[in-house]
């Protein structure tokens, strides 16, 4: 039987650092699997971008493994995150075995690491997602969650791998593609529409990677709500509270990533607060393909059509900044009709999705 080694990732420097060559190949076997997985390279990570989040442990801890055969070539990674400020009983994690070597005990192995390091970290509930590239119908090897929203096919090797050892399904996203750039007059029209119904009680704001000063503390109110008051399933999240200094931190990281933000906020005039926002995030290894982040209208604001408002404006700013991408991707959770029905109407088609997963440790 293969003896699988499991290192962890220590964190240079810099590129150029020693340690470097571990993190490198610690990043060819993530990008690999996840290619592996969906087919593109759009999730890619890159040693600059996956150094410079490593960098900023300030809000969560940020731990790296590979695994492999002793003295073979590495198959399998596993990635921890440990929050410290907020939702201290949790960690979340990523993992993947390259095709070639699954059912080997690869993964197996890892998953043991990860509760291992969980369990020493005092860490209560462990989440964790599987990916799928088509959301099976329904039908007797389906699992679907308790919100009764998004299935997984229980023949899938990860859905198995997760039931085997006491998963349970908290909910299930779906993964939307949206094929840019958009007719104007389509995306015009959208927004016309949006802005009628919202009327003269809001108006856009839009920026770039830097908060403006003037609303940051506002903005990291919307941040903050943005962890309550989407739907979480099942999922055991807590509040996970944003300030001016985080979001200046985060800002900091993302520079340091090489990551860019579009953000269009919609502003309630009569009050001088912030009612809703959405971002893009711009990835440094392809002008192609960005992520569609954060969406929010605050329970307060909506039924304004808010929402369709500061995506379809966001969506005209994307064209402008970015003429070069093509590809808009975006996770919505399934009982998330609101922003899903938002989506549909600007033409985002569904291109897979993840169970999210949930376990308890005691």
Known sequence: ????????????????????????????????????????????????????????????????????????????????????????????????????????????????????????????????????????????????PSTGSGRVDTESASVRFALKRGWDLAQVDRYSVLD????????????????????????LLHWGSRCPDEWVDEYARLNTRMSTDVPLGDLDYEEDVWDAARIRTTEAQFAERGWELLVTAAEHVPTGT?????????????????????TLVIKEHRGRRLGMLVKAANLEHLARERPTVRRVGTWNAEENSYMLDINIALGFRPAGGSGEWQLRLT
């Not at 571990?22 to 996840?34: G, S």
């Not at 990635?79 to 993947?96: E, I, R, S, V, Y």
């Not at 840019?180 to 108006?203: I, M």
């Not at 971002?279 to 960005?290: A, N, S």
Request: charged letters at 20%.
């Open 180 to 203: 840019v750039p958009l007719d104007p007059a389509f995306l015009a029209a959208h927004r016309a529409a949006a802005q009628e119904r919202a009327g003269d009680e809001y108006r």
């Open 1 to 144: 039987m293969t003896s699988w080694s499991i290192t962890e990732i220590p964190v240079p420097a810099t590129a150029d650092a020693p340690g470097a060559e571990l993190l490198r190949a610690y990043l060819d076997v993530r990008n690999a699997v996840i290619e592996e997985s969906w087919g593109v390279d759009d999730f890619h990570r890159s040693l600059p971008d996956e150094l410079g989040g490593l960098h900023d442990q300030t809000y969560v801890r940020k731990l790296r493994f590979m695994a492999g055969p002793e003295g073979g070539e590495p198959c399998g990674f596993l990635a921890m995150n440990l929050p410290l400020q907020d939702n201290t009983h949790q960690a979340t994690f990523d993992m993947g075995v390259l095709r070639a070597h699954q059912g080997q005990g690869v993964g197996s192995a890892l998953h043991d690491r990860a509760i291992e390091v969980a369990r020493a970290a005092g860490r209560t509930t462990m989440i964790a997602s599987t990916d799928q590239r088509v959301e099976p119908p329904e039908g007797p090897t389906t699992l679907t």
């Open 274 to 294: 912030l009612a809703a926002y959405t971002v893009f995030l711009v990835f440094p290894h392809t002008d192609r393909y960005v992520a569609q982040e954060d």
